[in-house]
């Protein structure tokens, strides 16, 4: 018999895992999270490896705008700074950013970098072959490309863009330079392979740095191997879902993700949610059975937050009449305001001379608890961002 679980469970079970379920009152009721890492030899984790542990619960943050995801990183973890963030990045090295799902920008913890890049390399090659062929590159010519940008990087220093397709063009064919002068990300095949990763940035500037150099030897992974882990990875982060949800949020093709959680049919259980079927690890389910639900919690997500990427279909979050105010075109996705697990909102940061507002609307009725949930919610952004924030609210009808 299938085993059945309510909405509301599933709601909490995946803020939960999210790391967006209790305030700091501790009103919301939590359940089990994976894992921490290991503990330093020093005895407490460093606040990299805290918030790389973080980023591995919600299987990576995206990262097109990096201020997004520095955002999306501390309402998980309030007690986070920017600078913790830059130096989890460019010192210690806990995470790193790199292509990953559906050949977009993501931080991931460096331990967990093999997985991402393996399990993502075959989708991302192909897509990027099919670039290639209409500028007449050849993948002889891309290789090449790729070796030279990876041999002119020397030790762990960073380089901007712009010098490796300097270097890059010496070497390459008429269609790699024809790509060079007009692709968006020249160095994405290197960034694909792994062979190279986004380093700090210089000014306005990208940088990128050899992964080598930066992490040490990588781990080496199957592809087999890699998505069955980053399925397992998605399922504890966003279960219960669907090989269709898996497929959206990865970017793999639907057929494979069927295949993939083949594989897995003795770690995962299928359960019942309404109408709704989905699968989830098998170790989960007496964690989601323990689940408590905490309708007041309020959030405000930035853009982009990875929570409303996970699943092909989006009405467990938001009403069809608002979806377009959430999903804009483009693939813009608003910054929203998160009550008990569902959109009731979008909100838009607006600098005017020194002072920052965050203008609001509420979909339905903005109720007194609502807005005082939110400006608390807009101080304490305020204290990350180094800037007082103040809500002006505008209700909005959906």
Known sequence: MTPTFTAAQVAAFRLARQHLAADRAGRAATVPAPPPPTASRHGARTAGEALAGVVRDVAGMQAQVMSAAEMSIWTRRRS??????QAALWQTRDLVRTSAMRLTLHVVPSRDLAVYIAALKPMAAATL?????????SPGQVEAMVATIVESLRDDEPETQRALIARAKKRAGRGVRAWLDHAWSAVRPAVIEGAIL??????????FVRTDAWLGAQPRLTVEDARRQLFRRFLSA???ATPQDFAKWSGLKA???????AELAGDVIEVAVGDERGWMLRSDRAALAASRFDAETVR???AFDSL?????TKE?????????????????ISPTVLQGGRIVGVWFQKAAGRATFLDVEIFGRATPALRDAIAAEADALGQFLGVRCTPRFKARGG
């Open 255 to 261: 057929s494979e993700a069927r295949a993939i959680l």
């Open 308 to 312: 409303l990427l996970a699943h092909a």
């Open 129 to 137: 072959q099919r670039w290639h062929a209409r500028s007449g590159a």
């Open 80 to 85: 986070t700074t920017r600078d913790e963030i």
């Open 198 to 207: 986004y380093g700090p940035p210089r000014g306005a500037e990208a940088t």
């Open 238 to 240: 966003f279960g219960p």
């Open 316 to 332: 467990h979050l938001v009403e069809p009449r608002s979806y377009k105010r959430v999903y804009r075109p483009q693939g813009w």
């Open 300 to 302: 405000l997500l930035p």
